[in-house]
């Protein structure tokens, strides 16, 4: 079993949709969890960390499940800028272990 | 201010050579990282320094691999006798402090192994 699994994807939604991807780890000693995005041929930028109580930016939702050992993220009212691949990342004693990642195309 | 920065951007290089790949880590970040991606995956930890050590190597795919970091500023990954398998973009990325602080990437090394 991989030590941080997401779904690929790809997922296409419309514009103003709600999208909402998971990611599942398998060492429960994980600390910390981010989520980042990356752009075609870029490199991955910090999207936001993750906290127990869950956390909130704008339009973008992060949760915590320590007891099923996974995160999630919900981007509402998508845009077409949110077209990206998101990597789930979790830090497991200054080990940082990235999901392969989730495809998002949003369109017009 | 500068981020990180990593050179070459691109190198094609012949099977068997060596190569040396750079990475310029924002000033005063102690923690740096390597990361290896192969086209349409993951990314992969290859290794990371808190200060000039790195504590643990055992992510590095074999013993081509070698890295060091000096001043607790720049650092070289060098991958010996490369393989086309080695094929993939090298991204660095630094952070102020332990793993658990965002990380700041690199755009990236390019390597192509013919």
Redesign the interface.
Known sequence: RKEVEQDPGPFNVPEGATVAFNCTYSNSAS??F?WYRQDCR?????LM?VYSSGNEDGRFTAQLNRASQYISLLIRDSKLSDSATY?CVV?TM????????TRLTVKP | GAGVSQSPSNKVTEKGKDVELRCDPISGHTALYWYRQRLGQGLEFLIYFQGNSAPDKSGLPSDRFSAERTGESVSTLTIQRTQQEDSAVYLCASSPGLAADTQYFGPGTRLTVL
């Open positions: 600390q910390s981010f870029k490199e991955p930028k910090l960390s990597l830090n200054n080990d940082m272990r990235f999901g392969a990642g």
